[in-house]
């Protein structure tokens, strides 16, 4: 069976990177972009682009294509009410950070048929089509969700599309999915947002201080505020769990560096090592 056409909504860091990632396997591949510079830039780069969403679905369910949804949850309604209206019956998938709340909004727009979400698990702190790479998905993990009534057609078609990316695929139903990113991905966002606001505290001499370890524990505070904002408040019942539970670690070390208890942290710290040597 040869591989489906792909026709990519939104492109910025990720679908801009799918857009390019998809024409290098040689399938045919075209995006949206509602900005007109990034559709000239994207053209500009050799590739097939149009600000028009309207012809861009029309072509994709004229020619039996996968849709990927490659843009922010503030803006997804909007996108499947138009796939809703123009493409309803094609195979359908995403790479939103959240997947409950993606396959809410599908099912809200009566496309949950043929739709398999998925979320490849790269990025950089950047945005915006300049910063992707054709590059970006290789040896990275991509989720693709498997839920009650999962059409197993298209999960097959988002498969082959992620490891024609370089991808490694694991499956997991939506829930689990955000379970999981709220402890390795969205929380880490918040944590190197106090220590990016902790380091200021310290004025000019801490930030002058500041080496390696600020630099890693910082990283994603980079990140576009909108972007996290959205990652963070459709995940909020599991990033509450994550977070919590975080809390309460940070507290016990207050209180154990309070009573000057440091066997109790130097177990604490022990611990944490084995999970990160586990980890790698
Ligand atoms: P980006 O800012 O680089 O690109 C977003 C794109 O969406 C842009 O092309 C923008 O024009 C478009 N867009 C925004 N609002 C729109 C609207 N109302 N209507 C139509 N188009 C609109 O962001 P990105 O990093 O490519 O993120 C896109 C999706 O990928 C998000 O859902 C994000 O959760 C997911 N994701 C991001 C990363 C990451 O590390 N950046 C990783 C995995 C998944």
Redesign the pocket.
């Known amino acids: 069976m040869s591989s489906p056409p792909v026709c990519v909504l ?6 801009g990177s799918l857009l390019r990632a998809a024409a290098t396997t040689g399938r045919q591949a075209w995006g949206y ?3 007109a510079q ?1 559709v000239d830039a994207a053209v500009a780069d050799g590739f097939d682009a149009s600000t028009d969403l309207t012809a861009t679905l029309r072509r994709a369910a004229h020619a039996d294509a996968l849709v990927v949804i ?4 503030p ?1 997804v309604g ?2 499947l009410e138009a796939v809703a209206e123009h493409a309803p019956d094609v195979a359908l998938t995403d ?3 959240v997947k409950a709340e993606v396959a809410a909004a599908v099912a809200a727009h009566g496309l949950s048929r043929r739709f398999v979400g998925g ?6 702190a950047e ?3 300049t ?1 992707g790479t054709a590059e970006l998905f290789r040896d990275a993990v991509w989720v693709i969700t498997v839920d009650d009534g999962t059409d197993p057609e298209v999960w097959r078609q988002v498969a082959e599309l992620a490891l024609d990316c370089g991808s490694v695929v694991v499956p997991a139903e939506s829930g689990e999915h955000d379970a999981a990113v709220a402890r390795v991905s969205h929380l880490p966002h918040l944590l190197a947002e106090a220590l990016a606001l902790s380091g200021a505290g310290g004025g000019d001499l801490a930030l002058g201080l500041a080496a390696g370890s600020f630099r890693d524990g910082t990283r994603v505070a980079a990140t ?1 505020p909108p ?1 996290v904002d ?2 963070c408040e459709g995940n909020a019942e599991a990033l509450l769990v994550a977070l919590d539970e975080t809390l309460d670690v940070l507290t016990t070390a207050r209180e154990q560096l309070a009573d000057r208890s440091t066997s109790a942290l130097t177990r604490a710290g022990h611990e944490a090592r084995t999970r990160y040597e586990q980890r790698r």
């Open positions: 939104g492109l910025g860091l990720i679908g972009n509602r900005s990034v490659a843009v922010p949850m803006a909007s996108i790479v939103v950070s979320h490849p698990m790269a990025g950089t945005s915006g089509w910063a576009a972007l959205a990652m």
